[in-house]
């Protein structure tokens, strides 16, 4: 990522007056020749600063000549035609097509010493965390791998999500790689997260287990939320809690699934104690963002969703969210209200040792202090610790937060 462009201020000093006429300039070549010799040179100073902030790669790719760059889009086209052709369904435990080279990963990561946003400015996502620099890594620091590239080839997730239809899961494919790309989400779990703390402890959001299936168990319970404390009181915005949610579905993902693309998830909603007044506000514009970002981006993820403990009047809500869902999604939503409906149904799909004990399982762990939340808890406070400067951790090799790479780039 490029760094801040240096700023330098000019001060030329003018010799003489301002209301200098030009025949009066003529007549002092020798004092209009030494301003122009300091103004080329205070230009040069300028332009070499600036030069140094730019990685060496990216002053590499502006001296290629115009045909070549011309010949790349021409390519990137012909695999658009490839993509076409070559449909491929990524495997569970496949991950990347055989036979790839070092050469075939991603570019390395920006210097470890320098903190900065990942995403777009124009992107609903973006935030920028504060600028600042850390002090330099301590010698024989090895930096984390880098992830790889997407595949060329047209994951059957998409292919799925295309309902068939090859150009629209291209579509979708060639879509979600752009927004990986522009918001940064294929380092995401590398980043800092400064409101981790804030986020969790206002808004009820776990992994808690495994299904029959090995399908990761995700708990929210938006009654509880307090997204007055987290947008207000914690001076955030709706964008930080999205890149939140990404951070944490990317988690899921990448770090609890790995390599298995095809793994789908079992996900928890409890409306126990939820008002009619709370489904208002910032709480709508959140919950459509993020469902539009879920079906949008990870297609053929939901493999059931549970709405639990829902009060009287929520038919009237549920009229509003239905079209923000996607059809595919819908036929796996089941709505419960009795308490042994509720218990009978997630036992068909979660063994008892995996369900926590507030919704009638065996669980040792109480809600929120699962495995997989402490995991996640530690990847952030690791994270947090690098972007202040501690390298206690020792880089890849000896910590395995630093070793980790994500699967895959899609």
């Not at 990522?1 to 025949?23: C, F, H, K, L, V």
Request: hydrophobic share 30%; proline share 10%.
């Amino acid at each position: 990522m490029d760094a801040p462009a240096a700023t330098t201020r000019i001060d030329i000093e003018r010799s003489g007056g301002g209301d200098q006429s030009t025949a009066q300039m003529e007549e002092q070549p020798k004092a209009v020749e030494h301003g122009r010799r300091r103004w080329k040179r205070a230009l040069r100073q300028v332009f070499r600063r600036v030069r140094r902030s730019q990685p060496h790669q990216q002053r590499q790719d502006e001296l290629k000549p115009q045909d070549e760059n011309r010949t790349n889009t021409n390519k990137r086209r012909r695999d658009g035609i490839i993509l076409v052709e070559n449909v491929m369904a990524i495997q569970a435990g496949g991950g990347q097509p055989q036979g790839r080279t070092s050469s075939d990963l991603a570019p390395p990561l920006p210097p470890a010493g320098i903190t900065t946003s990942l995403s777009s400015p124009s992107s609903p996502y973006h935030y920028s965390h504060p600028q600042r620099r850390s002090p330099p890594p301590p010698q024989g620091w090895v930096d984390p791998p880098p992830p790889p590239h997407p595949p060329k080839q047209l994951p059957l997730r998409f292919l799925r999500a295309g309902k068939g239809d090859v150009a629209e899961g291209v579509r979708r494919y060639q879509s979600t790689l752009a927004w990986r790309r522009d918001n940064g989400i294929d380092t995401i779990l590398r980043e800092p997260n400064p409101y981790f703390a804030i986020i969790k402890r206002n808004y009820p959001h776990y992994y808690h287990g495994r299904g029959y299936h090995g399908e990761p168990c995700f708990y929210e319970q938006p009654a509880k939320t307090n997204l007055q404390a987290i947008l207000r009181d914690g001076n955030l915005q709706l964008s930080h809690l999205l890149r939140h949610y990404i951070m944490v579905t990317e988690f899921q993902w990448q770090y609890l699934v790995g390599h298995d693309d095809l793994k789908q998830s079992i996900y928890i909603i409890d409306l126990d104690g939820m008002r009619f007044r709370d489904f208002v506000g910032d709480v709508v514009d959140y919950v459509k963002k993020a469902s539009a970002l879920s079906a949008e981006h990870y297609p053929e993820r939901a493999g059931v969703v549970f709405v639990i403990n829902v009060p009287a009047w929520f038919q009237m809500i549920w009229r509003i969210v239905k079209p923000w869902i996607d059809e595919a999604t819908l036929q796996k939503i089941f709505i419960l209200r009795n308490k042994d409906e509720i218990r009978r149904c997630l036992q068909d799909k979660i063994p008892p040792h995996q369900l926590p004990r507030e919704y009638g399982g065996q669980s040792p762990y109480p809600l929120g202090y699962s495995p997989e939340e402490r995991e996640l808890a530690r990847l952030m406070a690791h994270n947090n610790r690098l972007a202040a400067g501690d390298y206690s951790c020792g880089g890849a090799g000896p910590c395995p937060f630093c070793t980790w790479a994500p699967p895959r780039s899609y």
